[in-house]
């Protein structure tokens, strides 16, 4: 069967791309053909399909007004990436049309395509873009659902877009005129990683006949952990550092103990968590940058529990998953979908109470040995019971008889 895979990055970006690229090697690994169409750019993954890719659009990068004018309209609906796009699936025929993020770069516009042709289609929302304009529910560190019901007036009052009038009120357009045109009316199914995505859809309008929850998972063996000298001496907290990750928060909550805190990542927030680090003499954490690779997996493999502290609706963070599987404990926020990766694992706490997440630290820290083994454990069971290559593509291919394809 033809599949075509529908991703404005041809990259390892984020989540979402980390899983794009392990479902197409499951897919191709069953036989399965799987069309690539994505955007151009140097940090590419090599495709014979590269031909097609969209012309790469930069949406922060320096121009005129005639340039911005043209980008506008590329969000709201790229001629171009309509157009490759009927190119390609008049020269592949596919049987299937999976998308993933395509909003923006490529632009709605190739929903037009999937329509015309009939073409089966699901969508997995790695994000909320479908009913939110910004992508994630919320605007200047607060939580917002204005928008329900489609009301995206309030992007605009609000500035939701980067704090840019211009910008917000450009997704705005972009918005009303998909509503209008009833545009993702050409999606058969929509996958949510989360059952809690899954909900929030439903709340703003979609019907929950076309919805299913499928979580996100992981295609590789449990990685060897080299055991290191601070083996479960400190928790770990790795990703983005950035606002609605909740780091600040954090950190404040192991401020004043004697916790031990490793941070892994890097993001907007970098210089200003380095200088609050040394300001106040924050001995008992450490900054350690961007990490990979084996040693990324054995940092997480020796941490004593992984942090979730997020301020944001999380969809299903890999960074999760992956502590999972190698049976870490998790102390996660209670937002989003991070309590439904909380269970006999780990502790939820208030997101943004720092009390309440130092709190659930010194559970941990007071816990005895075999209760923290069986922590171990149940991390392990959840995972092999939930997140892997086999339970995702049995689900999947559910999903894509229901659409009217057997795989």
């Known amino acids: 069967m033809k599949i075509l895979m529908v991703n404005k990055y041809n990259y390892i970006k984020g989540g979402s791309e980390t899983y794009y690229f392990a479902l197409k090697r499951v897919l191709e690994a069953h036989g399965h053909t799987v069309i690539d169409f994505s955007m151009k750019d140097e940090k590419n993954v090599t495709s014979p399909y590269s031909e097609y890719f969209v012309d790469h659009v930069d949406y922060n990068g320096a121009g005129g007004m005639f340039a911005k004018f ?84 309030h992007c605009a009052v609000n500035r939701c877009v980067k704090n840019s009038l211009s910008k917000s009120c450009v997704n705005v357009i972009e918005g009303y005129i998909h509503k209008w045109r009833k545009s993702y009316d050409a999606i058969d199914t929509i996958i949510t990683p989360s059952a809690f995505y899954m909900r929030k859809f439903e709340e703003f309008g979609i019907s929950p006949e076309r919805i299913v929850h499928i979580p996100n998972f992981l295609d590789r063996e449990a990685p060897v952990v080299k055991h290191s000298t601070d083996a479960k001496k400190y928790y770990l907290y790795f990703g983005r550092l950035s606002e609605e990750k909740g780091i600040l928060t954090l950190i404040k909550a192991v401020t004043g103990t004697n916790m031990q805190l490793y941070v892994v990542g890097t993001g907007p927030l970098k210089e200003e968590l380095a200088d609050y680090i040394t300001k106040n003499q924050l001995t008992n954490i450490k900054l350690l940058g961007f990490k990979g690779g084996q040693e990324l997996i054995d940092i997480v493999g020796n941490a004593k529990a992984i942090i979730l502290p997020s301020e944001w609706y999380e969809n299903g963070p890999y960074s999760a998953i992956e502590a999972l599987q190698l049976g870490r404990p998790i102390v996660g926020a209670d937002i989003g979908g991070i309590p439904e990766l909380v269970k006999e694992n780990g502790y939820l706490f208030e997101s943004r109470n720092a009390i309440s997440l130092r709190e659930a630290l010194e559970k941990i820290e007071q816990m005895d040995f075999p209760t923290y083994q069986q922590m171990e454990r149940a991390s392990l069971y959840l995972y092999e019971e939930n997140y892997t290559q086999g339970i995702h593509y049995e689900l999947l291919q559910k999903v894509y008889q229901n659409v009217g394809i057997t795989l």
């Open 70 to 153: 043209r980008m506008a309209m590329n969000i709201i609906y790229s001629r171009e990436a309509k157009k490759k796009f009927e190119t390609l699936v008049k020269a592949e025929h596919p049987d299937l049309i999976h998308l993933h993020i395509f909003q923006h770069q490529m632009s709605p516009s190739i929903l037009d395509v999937i329509k015309k042709y009939h073409i089966p289609t699901v969508y997995t929302a790695h994000d909320l873009k479908m009913v939110c304009l910004n992508y994630k529910m919320m605007h200047h560190g607060e939580i917002c659902e204005k928008c329900i019901d489609g009301h995206y007036y």
